[in-house]
T-cell receptor
Framework: AQTVTQSQPEMSVQEAETVTLSCTYD???????LFWYKQPPSRQMILVIR??????QNATENRFSVNFQKAAKSFSLKISDSQLGDTAMYFC????????????FGQGTTLQVKP | GAVVSQHPSRVICKSGTSVKIECRSL??????MFWYRQFPKKSLMLMAT?????????EQGVEKDKFLINHASLTLSTLTVTSAHPEDSSFYIC?????????????FGPGTRLLVL
């Protein structure tokens, strides 16, 4: 069975600085997807970034980028130039390439961006 | 990104009554939708997978007779909490699966807060 681990329950960062959220996963699958979702206080889950396991290139979306280390089964999220609106709970998620489409979530990391 | 709506956003009901929550994909068709439950400051717990035109697949420990799921069309799935009790109070979130095999993604609804008195 697949598992996703986020070992940092809470983190904080000063506005405009850079922060990295950690995520590791365990799987025997070779084809899968990895995601980072953001859940702000409104509780709406927002897709931040996705990565296909077959791609070696790290995904980027504006100020958000990932460091995908397939051999180490690590998928960290880097937020550059942190903004107050980045304050949220961040979830790392795993989906194997199959018909079910199930997402397996980590425990979440609460990020506080301080002014 | 794709838009998923949920209705109602919040509901308060008396113990013993049933509550229906709707999940709609607004700008795409979703053959598969998912229902999650989330407790405060915790991760999402998958309750069931809803497939259009067929029975839902429930996760271990989830009572299928209590949480009825219907996926009648490619854009609508409903979750009915039957004979609700205070312990069913929670935040319920749906998601819809979209994309081709190499672009697969899930988009989430805004959630429904259920309070059972």
């Amino acid at each position: 069975a697949q598992t996703v681990t986020q070992s940092q329950p809470e983190m904080s960062v000063q506005e405009a600085e850079t922060v990295t959220l950690s995520c590791t996963y365990d799987t025997s699958e070779s084809n899968y997807y990895l995601f980072w979702y953001k859940q702000p206080p409104s509780r709406q889950m927002i897709l931040v970034i996705r990565q296909e396991a077959y791609k070696q290139q790290n995904a980027t979306e504006n100020r958000f980028s990932v460091n995908f280390q397939k051999a180490a089964k690590s998928f960290s999220l880097k937020i550059s130039d942190s903004q107050l609106g980045d304050t949220a709970m961040y979830f790392c998620a795993f989906m194997k390439q199959s018909n079910t489409g199930k997402l397996i979530f980590g425990q979440g990391t609460t990020l506080q961006v301080k002014p | 990104g794709a838009v998923v709506s949920q209705h109602p956003s919040r509901v308060i009901c008396k113990s013993g009554t049933s509550v229906k929550i709707e999940c709609r994909s607004l700008d795409f068709q979703a053959t598969t939708m998912f229902w999650y439950r989330q407790f405060p400051k915790k991760s999402l717990m998958l309750m069931a997978t809803s497939n259009e035109g067929s029975k839902a697949t429930y996760e271990q420990g989830v009572e299928k007779d209590k949480f009825l799921i219907n996926h009648a069309s490619l854009t609508l799935s409903t979750l009915t909490v039957t004979s609700a009790h205070p312990e069913d109070s929670s935040f319920y979130i749906c998601s819809a699966r979209t994309g081709t095999k190499r672009q697969e993604t899930q988009y989430f609804g805004p959630g429904t807060r259920l309070l059972v008195l």
